[in-house]
Each structure stands twice: as C-alpha cells, then as structure tokens.
DNA sequence: ATATTAAGTGGACGAAGATTCCGTTTACTG
DNA sequence: CAGTAAACGGAATCTTCGTCCACTTAATAT
C-alpha cells in the first residue's frame, strides 16, 4: 500500500509537536513548500521504522531506525521528536481501519452485534499489534498529560459501539467508554495473553456488560 | 509443586539467576556465615530503593538508589543481579499479606463474598502500589519466562478465590486463576484507572464471572 | 590476640541508547 | 543564477545500566 486513503490531517498543533506534518502540502500561501527531500525521508523512515518494529519488536533503537532509512539521527528526530510520533506515524493506518470498521459495525449491525463484533476485532488486531500498544501504553504512563491522537481514536470507537449499544437498551449504563477501553486494552496488553483466553475473557466482559434481562 | 514456606521475613538472600538457594540455608556446614555488614546493606538498599521509589516512581535509577542507600553500584548489583530482585524484595510484604488476605477470606467468608472481597483488596491495592505493578509488568514482558516468585503468589491466590467459587458452582467455570488476573491486573495497571472507575469495572467483571441464575 | 582468608565493597569504566548541536548541503524561489 | 531558509547528518553530549577489580573487612583458625 503506498498511496493510502487521503487521511484528514489534522492542524498538527499539541504540544511541542507538529511533527507529523504528512508530507502533504497544506497550501497556508504564506510559507515555502515542504522540500521534496523532507517529504522522501519523512516517508522512507515510517518504512523503515515499521520494518524495524515488526523485526525486532518495540525495544528497537532510534538509530537503528534511521540507519536503516539510510538518513541521520538529526534527520530522524526532526520529523519525529518524540519516540511516540513515530510510533504513530507507522501505526496510524491501521488505527484508521479501526475506527472506520466501529463505524461500519454500528451502521450495518445490531446495537449488540457491532459491539461484540467490534471487540473481537480489536482484541484480533492486539494479539498482532502488541508493539504498537505496548509503546502507546509506555508513552502514556510516562506522561499522562501527553494527548495521543491514535488514543483517542480509539477511544473514540469504544464508545461508539458502548454508547450505540446502551441507547438500545442492550448494555448496562453505568460505564463508559473509556472504563471500556481500560478493561479491554489492559488485558490485550497482558504479556501473557494468547488467542483463546482473550476470547474466552471477552466473553466473560461481555456477559458482565449485557443488560440483565 | 511444593514451595517452601518462608518462615523468616528477611534472610540475606540473591533473588532470581539459577542459584536458588533460598533463605537461611541451614546445615551446608562448609562455608561461613554472612557477613554482618553484607546483612546491613541489603537492609538499607531495600529501605532506600522503597522511599526512591515512592518518591520517583518506578523510573528512578538503579545508581539513585544505591546513592541514597550509601552503598557503591557494585554492591547493590552484588544483592540484587536484576532491577526486579530489588523489585521483589521492596514489595515482598505487601504480596505476602494479599496471599494471606485470600487465604482468610477463603476460610472466613462465603465463597462468593471471598472473591468479591479478595479482587476488591487487590483493587484498592493496586491503586497505592502502581510502581510494583508496572515493574512486574514491564520486566514480564521482556523476559517472560522469568519466574517472579511474587507473581506467582499473586496468581496463586487469584486461583485460591476464584476456585472456590467454582467449586461452590457461583462462578463460571470457563475461565481459570490465571485468565482472571490477566483481566484485572491488567485493568488495575491502566495508567489512567481512577478509584471509582475500578470499583465500577470490578462490578461488571464480577457480574459476568457470576454464574448465571 | 593475631593471622588468615574468603566475602564484601565502591567507584571507575565501557557499552548503548536518546537527544541535541551545528557546520554543511540542498531544493525551492525570484 | 544567486540568495536563502529549510533540511541534512553525524559527531558530541548525557544518562543509565551493568561489570570489573583492586582494596577492605568481618568471621574464623591458630
């Protein structure tokens, strides 16, 4: 996939950051242009850095990364200051399908459905992810006050399909989406967990979570 | 497997490595024994990396400790090989009384009111000790086939009340000690889990680990 | 007491990684 | 083509982990 879906960059304006400037030209006028170098390396080290992830897990190194791109740490940092940026930057796609597959649920499916569907998708996509959310969970125990666009995505979703599922009277109410996503999220960023005990756990949740009728 | 019983509470021994040789080895009769100012380090290294630890959070450093405890590096890395040793040792009374909260609530109460109080204590726990948590957590996840001895004890007693209730038939039986902590551990180690968030998770998890009437 | 000796000590040291700094290069613009 | 700001890269710095080893000391033997 090297052309994906135009994804609506945002202003880019947390804290410290901008970081993540898409390669794409935002036509402000009153600037240059982003230099056709910039846009090559920022694109060649989310590459290399998702190649580099996937082989060696999230305990890869920064250089290794930019190595790996074939630019210089400088270069590395200045597309990306933070280590969460890039972590970001490579898993922002698949975040993206996450919370259009939430959308999709609860627009084609029983309240109930898309919720128990939507879950199980999230808990298949940790079981490959874990370093995505593994390094999510890092950065944010770190800083809690840091706003992680793909957090919130996500976050956004769980209490998509809760909420969808509460107005039909099908899920109990005195939860919310992010007491969902702590559940669920922690236990699919256990170190212990494998595929059938998070279906069997998540069966469980949702048993705890039905309206008792 | 049988496990020793840990009568003494502070024995100058190495945790983790392959040399298990655990507590006050009684007649070995061969060698001598432990020096007294060896004693009196250990002591103040897990005095010190306690209080550094509650005053830094769970990234301070090793060298900090050491510094505090009035030893060199070297003496420190002699007592405790690996972080999570020290780790160990600093929180090795706190685990002990969680395993004997378990116990007594399994002999004192109701099955279903021992697991409900059990996983309300590791609750309330779980919330003062944070840095424990995410140390075992992250030092699991590096090398998970590490045995932590206080995460088995920990599992241990999550099995402790969890089976009994199963035994009584007022839980389900598709899910076992280990599944369990899983979930609750991994929701009590969330870096956003307030007090009242908690409190309302664990009562959703335990009204689908509760058999269905 | 004194000598012996193995265990214990502490800080210097090297590896490794994160992040910054800055002189040099390069792609746009006029 | 020249001017310029942006971008580059890698050397330098900083921090922490963990090891090593020459020296010290407490327990034991004499």
Redesign the pocket.
Known sequence: MLRDVTIPLEPAEHLGGSATNDGVDGDDGS????????Q???HRIVVAAREVFALQGSDA????IAHRA??????L???F???IDLVEAVYRVDVEELAVAAESAVRDLAPWEALRDWLDSFLRYSLGKRVFLTELRESFEKNPELKLRSRERVEQSFALVLENAQRAGVARTDIDGSDLMLLVGGMCTGPTLVGAQGERLLAMVLDGLRVTP
């Open positions: 600037h240059r242009a982003v230099r056709s170098d910039a090559r390396n920022h190194s920064m250089v290794s074939g630019v210089g740490a400088g270069t940092y200045r597309h200051p933070h280590r």
